[in-house]
């Protein structure tokens, strides 16, 4: 089955500086990989998302990058702010989901 | 985007009895629903898929008489935790979508605690 990797666990930046999350998937047949933002006792919030036939995509602050030959996404967030602060997961799917572990950005005001 | 609903929110229950959560798609017909379970501070794990009108899809390792499941309608799904005990305690959370290739969208969760 399909397996995601993220990565850092833990992510500190200052704001308004930048934040990069990696994720890698093992499944060369995915071919939907969302990003989801989760805040405390909350269920996950889709922030963005990008299919296999788009190499990139930007929505204002946020932008994701796939690269399928090597099979791994990013998140690219900019100009962080202290809201962003949460924990955000990446995920592969062809039918279901499967989601990597997540990473916990803290955004220091 | 589309809004789904889960309930309780909230539920603490004694060892032994069963739970409930329903999750409910408020303005779309959700053909698939599936159910996760968070522990604190780590990811979504997929505990079953379910489609409107069939048996659930049941992940590896996750016993599906003591997680009954049930997709009766386009709207509803709800998963029963039979004779729960204190390990069931988790965050459940619901998703649904559309269609086999469309977004997914989550629930807001159902903290379960059992004493």
């Known amino acids: 089955g399909e397996n995601v990797e993220q990565h850092p666990s833990t992510l500190s930046v200052q704001e308004g500086d930048s934040a990069v999350i990696k994720c890698t998937y093992s499944?060369?047949?995915?071919?939907?990989f969302p990003w989801y933002k989760q805040e405390l006792g909350k269920g996950p919030q889709l922030i963005i998302d990008?299919?296999?036939?788009?190499g990139e995509k930007k929505d204002q602050r946020i932008a994701v990058t796939l690269n399928k030959t090597a099979k791994h996404f990013s998140l690219h967030i900019t100009e962080t702010q202290p809201e962003d602060s949460a924990v955000y997961f990446c995920?592969?799917?062809?039918?279901?989901?499967?989601f990597g572990a997540g990473t916990r950005l803290t955004v220091k005001p | 985007g589309a809004v789904v609903s889960q309930h309780p929110s909230r539920v603490i229950c004694k060892s032994g009895t069963s739970v409930k959560i329903e999750c409910r798609s408020l303005?779309?017909?959700?053909?698939?629903m599936f159910w996760y379970r968070q522990f604190p501070k780590k990811s979504l794990m997929l505990m079953a898929t379910?489609?409107?009108?069939?048996?659930?899809?049941?992940e590896q390792g996750v016993e599906k008489d003591k997680f009954l499941i049930n997709h009766a309608s386009l709207t509803l799904s709800t998963l029963t935790v039979t004779s729960a005990h204190p390990e069931d305690s988790s965050f459940y959370i619901c998703?649904?979508?559309?269609?086999?290739?469309?977004?997914?969208?989550f629930g807001p969760g159902t903290r379960l605690t059992v004493l």
């Open positions: 990008i299919r296999s036939n788009v």
């Open positions: 379910s489609n409107e009108g069939s048996k659930a899809t049941y």
């Open positions: 499944d060369s047949a995915s071919n939907y």
């Open positions: 995920a592969a799917s062809i039918i279901d989901m499967r």
């Open positions: 998703s649904a979508r559309d269609g086999p290739h469309a977004e997914q969208f």
């Open positions: 303005d779309f017909q959700a053909t698939t």
